[in-house]
């Protein structure tokens, strides 16, 4: 193919990418977000898959097996921790405009500038080797598709700037200068670069998947054929299968490695948060992220397998991918195929200069400039403008030095450990990444002092092999340990021989990274300026919605703010910025030259957003006076009082919570009084209403007697015993009314006693035997022999029968009177039953004759013969028996008044 | 029926509960000893043995992820 004909179908594939970039900045313009959704965001994740991925995967399985899965598998496996992880993380990043992951380690550690600066730089030395690796899969790539042994475009060999990994890294830095750096906010998406980059993700799955469709299925018969073909090779064994010798180790490291990467490589963290639109997208990619990767990895096996038995070695394993359908005849799917990779790589690049660039600008170079009083001075109105060019000619220096790295470094190398060495790099931030928003005593001297050593290690165990292998330094480092000293060989560390080198250098880097982070975060007490942001990063949730502005107690003028945002942000954005903010918080700010703390954490997060957390407080520095330095204990103070005034709240609330039940309750207690009140009045006026009506008649009696000496004896006889009579009937009206009150009020003792309910009955019949007879009456009485005894008050349940049968008595049917009484067992109750056939009572009625004074109230059913209290005393008497009584009642028929009684009331009767 | 569904969804602390779960099983999974149970020469159905294992699980856990997170409450 010539080399002409792949630059010119490179090229077009790149103005593609710039129109569709350009397409997706107009949208986002336009308030049409082409990113805002779902699937783009999974898709642009899915840099994770790069030139490594599309190229080393093949060239890894058939090196060391089945282990390249580890890297794929190692993201499914931390995906549900990475789902809370980056959503915490989100919150953070949008609350305090943190834009990379050195400003999110600097910010946290108390706006540590040192801190910072180490970070980006362990990421650019972390992420350099891992650029220059799609640099040199690229060029590669284009060489194997040229037919050329050496990449030479434009003039001569002999020059090191001309050759293809070039001329990429030459294109990919305008498309990243042009795209990358749109605006000088770095909290701002980049929109056309993302729509761009998940386009590129699309076509390297459905690249790589066109080939393995092909391979598979048009060039054998399936994967089964390749399969029994190649385990006729006996060097393939190893393929399929783990080395058990230390395979598990390096598999389960492989797995921690690419989930820490997968978290914490800077164009992931560029991607999955600071281009993250909404947070709910977050929730598409725990799924489809994986199913992403497995998609990727399913033709990797049979595509090696392939190229192993086709080309037979003529390639080296790393570029199959491309060799294989060139070997096939294939040009058209070669070019495909290529193109897929270039997207791979191009994309990865792209995204990790920017995510490096803004870390270099803002943490590394911003915080010296804006400190250099002199050129701060001179430069004061364009730093913005400056600020750009600082990026843009940042993203030409990281180019530079990745394809650098390539020319002494790569070529000889395998793509995939090169590739893995970065991640070691990069599993250094876990410890301050994790430790640092969920545990609130990491502090900077921790974390500072655990990255400088998890560095070291990777540097001493894995780069110095790396210089010794190409000559840089002598063998006997390796072979001997340093100054001959055994136990520091970089391979065996400490003398740990028995493992991978991977293995071996993320367990000692990771070891002591660890162990100084959480030693020294335990030894050394957390500053103010620590503690407030360990608060507020461990809290998040909490202080999301506000500035923070208890913790900075500090005063400046609003013109020196205004000032400084001027010249990062430009005059419109600072007045648009300034409106919002008098929107939000209805200051009328113009009106005074005193800024509030309120107002100066408002323009320290938006100066951060743009130049990086500890630039900005450089900044504000300068214009912001502090009364005093604020010290631990006041941060402490401010801390503890917020805490104790939240728990205070709390308890605000139960208060009122428990005060408003007790009202409730109280209410509730008041009505009942108050019915109870009302019913004593009524039961009060028909007592002395039922005690007037003897006494009227007694004293009418009495005043004729008095008044009249000249009755005969008989009238005179028969006066003075209605007078009796109705003495009578008031006593014990009387009576009855103190027994209701007793009982109702619990005063009444009942005598307990072991009783045959049937003698009871027996005896309360055998008081009106004199009235049976006189009457002619007929009694029937059907008694259940042998029934259980029961236990209870031998008087009052005589009081009840004799008030039953009394009744019965007065109301059966006058001419021919038949009283039946019942006793029964019905499970572990006696029924008794007392029937007449009597006029019966009105079904209404039935609930109403157990009350007090009913018969008063109903005199024209009944007479009134008796007070009215009978039924409601009977029912009392049982109810605290533990009993109840009922009627059933046909009218003209019969009335039938049952009581029961249980056998057995539990042990204490209510009275 | 709608509201019923929407009823039942978990809670987010629910579903963060249940994937921490799937993860740590992930982990079993995934690695030794169960691993080496299935790291064995030999062919299923013409497909290497731990080469379908470890597809088979890893899809098996996607569709465990998928229905956790479909079944999560939206975010506010």
New interface residues.
């Given amino acids: 193919m010539s080399q002409w004909f792949l630059l010119s179908i490179s090229l077009g594939y790149l103005l593609l990418l710039f129109a569709l970039a350009y397409w997706g900045e107009s949208r986002a313009k336009m308030g049409k977000s082409v990113i805002n959704n779902a699937y783009v965001y999974v898709f642009s994740l899915t840099i994770y898959c790069t030139a490594w991925t599309y190229f080393g995967s093949v060239g890894r399985a058939l090196e060391s097996g089945?282990d390249f899965?580890a890297i794929y598998?190692g993201p499914?496996?931390?995906?549900?921790?990475w789902?809370?992880v980056m959503r915490k993380i989100t919150k953070i990043c949008r609350s305090r405009h943190i834009t990379s992951i050195a400003d999110f380690i600097s910010s946290r550690y108390g706006n540590s500038r040192f801190l910072g600066l180490l970070v980006s730089l362990v990421s650019i030395i972390g992420v350099i080797p891992y650029i220059a690796l799609q640099l040199e899969a690229v060029s590669s790539g284009f060489s194997v598709l040229s037919h050329q042994k050496s990449d030479l475009i434009f003039v001569s060999e002999t020059s090191l700037y001309y050759d293809t990994a070039f001329v990429i890294m030459l294109i990919l830095a305008v498309f990243t200068i042009l795209f990358g750096t749109r605006h000088i906010e770095a909290t701002e998406r980049h929109e056309g670069m993302v729509t761009a980059i998940a386009f590129e993700s699309l076509i390297k799955l459905l690249a790589f998947l066109i080939l393995g469709i092909y391979v598979v299925y048009f060039v054998y018969e399936?994967?089964?054929d390749i399969?029994?073909q190649a385990?006729q090779i006996p060097s393939l064994?190893h393929v399929?299968?783990?080395n058990?010798q230390g395979?598990?180790m390096q598999?389960?490291s492989l797995?921690v490695l690419s989930m820490l990467a997968f978290m914490f490589l800077p164009r992931q963290f560029q991607i999955a948060v600071i281009e993250n639109v909404n947070?709910?997208h977050l929730?598409?990619a725990?799924?489809l992220f994986?199913?992403y990767l497995?998609l990727i990895n399913?033709f990797v096996?049979p595509i090696a397998l392939a190229g192993e038995l086709l080309l037979k070695h003529q390639h080296p394993a790393d570029t199959y991918v491309l060799a294989l359908p060139l070997y096939l005849g294939q040009d058209l799917l070669a070019v495909l195929v290529y193109l897929g990779g270039f997207s791979a790589a191009g994309s990865m690049i792209v995204v990790s200069t920017t995510a490096l660039t803004v870390m270099m600008s803002n943490n590394m170079i911003m915080p010296l400039l804006v400190s250099i009083p002199s050129l701060k001075k001179s430069y004061t109105v364009q730093l913005g403008r400056i600020l750009l060019y600082i990026r843009r000619i940042c993203i030409i220096l990281i180019l530079h030095l990745a394809y650098l790295f390539d020319e002494l470094f790569i070529k000889d190398n395998p793509l995939v450990s090169i590739g893995l060495i970065s991640f070691v790099a990069i599993a250094q931030f876990a410890p301050a990444m994790l430790g640092g928003i969920y545990w609130r005593n990491g502090n900077r001297y921790g974390t500072t002092c655990g990255i400088l050593l998890g560095m070291g290690i990777w540097f001493y165990t894995l780069i110095i092999p790396l210089f010794v292998s190409e000559g840089f330094l002598p063998q006997d480092i390796v072979e001997q340990g340093l100054w001959g000293l055994f136990w520091l060989k970089p391979g065996a560390l400490f003398g740990l021989s028995d493992l991978d080198p991977i293995s071996h250098a993320m367990f000692w880097s990771l070891l002591f990274n660890i162990a100084a982070y959480v030693g020294l975060s335990f030894g050394i007490e957390q500053d103010a300026n620590d503690a407030n942001q360990a608060e507020i990063f461990v809290n998040i949730h909490r202080y999301a919605q506000e500035d923070g502005v208890i913790y900075w107690q500090a005063k400046a003028r609003i013109q020196d703010l205004e000032f400084i945002l001027n010249d990062f942000l430009g005059k419109e954005r600072t007045q648009l910025a300034l409106k919002e903010y008098s929107q939000i918080y209805g200051v009328q700010w113009r009106n005074s030259t005193q800024a509030d703390a309120n107002f100066i954490v408002f323009c320290e997060k938006l100066l951060a957003g743009t130049i990086g957390v500890s630039a900005a407080r450089t900044m504000m520095n300068s214009v912001v006076s502090q009364n005093e330095e604020i010290r631990i204990e006041e941060v402490l103070h401010i801390l503890k009082e917020s805490q104790e005034l939240i728990a205070l709240n709390k308890a605000l609330e139960e208060k009122s919570e428990a005060l408003e039940q007790a009202t409730g309750e109280l209410q509730q207690v008041n009505e009942n009084l108050q019915d109870l009140d009302q019913r004593k009045n009524e039961f009060i006026s028909t007592v002395t209403h039922e005690l007037r009506t003897p006494i009227t008649s007694i004293r009418a009696f009495s005043e004729i007697l008095y008044d009249n000496d000249d009755i005969e004896l008989d009238e005179k006889k028969h006066f003075l015993n209605t007078i009796i009579k109705e003495t009578h009937r008031t006593e014990r009206l009387i009576n009855q009314v103190l027994e209701l009150e007793r009982l109702e009020s619990g005063t009444e003792t009942l005598h307990i006693h072991s009783l045959d309910l049937n003698e009871i009955i027996r005896d309360a019949l055998d008081t009106f035997k004199q009235v049976i007879r006189e009457r002619q009456m007929n009694i029937l009485l059907k008694l259940t022999d042998n029934l259980p005894p029961i236990l209870g008050d031998r008087d009052k349940l005589m009081q009840v029968f004799i008030n039953l049968l009394s009744n019965a008595v007065k109301f059966c049917n006058k001419e021919t009177c038949i009283i039946e009484i019942h006793s029964e067992l019905v499970q572990s109750q006696i029924r008794v039953s007392v029937m007449d056939n009597g006029r019966g009572i009105k079904k209404e009625l039935h609930q109403l004759i157990f009350e007090k004074f009913f018969q008063a109230k109903d005199q024209h059913i009944r007479k009134p013969k008796g007070s009215g209290l009978g039924l409601a005393i009977c029912k009392k008497i049982l109810q605290s028996h533990k009993g109840d009584i009922f009627v059933e009642s046909e009218e003209g028929e019969y009335t039938k008044m049952l009581v029961i009684l249980p056998i057995q009331p539990s042990e204490e009767l209510e009275i | 029926m709608r509201l019923m569904k929407a009823k039942t969804r978990f809670s987010k602390e629910k579903s963060a509960a249940f994937l921490l779960f799937i993860g740590c099983w992930m982990m079993l999974f995934f690695n030794f000893p169960i691993l080496s149970i299935f790291n064995v020469s030999g062919l299923v159905l013409g497909y290497p043995i731990l080469y379908s294992y470890l597809f088979i699980v890893w899809l098996g856990f996607i569709g465990v992820l998928f229905l956790i997170v479909q079944e999560t409450k939206k975010e506010q």
């Fill in positions: 089945i899965l598998i499914t496996l931390g995906m549900p921790l789902w809370f399936g994967f089964d399969i029994a385990r064994d399929f299968t783990l058990p395979g598990y598999w389960f797995c947070p709910a929730k598409k725990v799924w994986p199913l497995l399913i096996l």
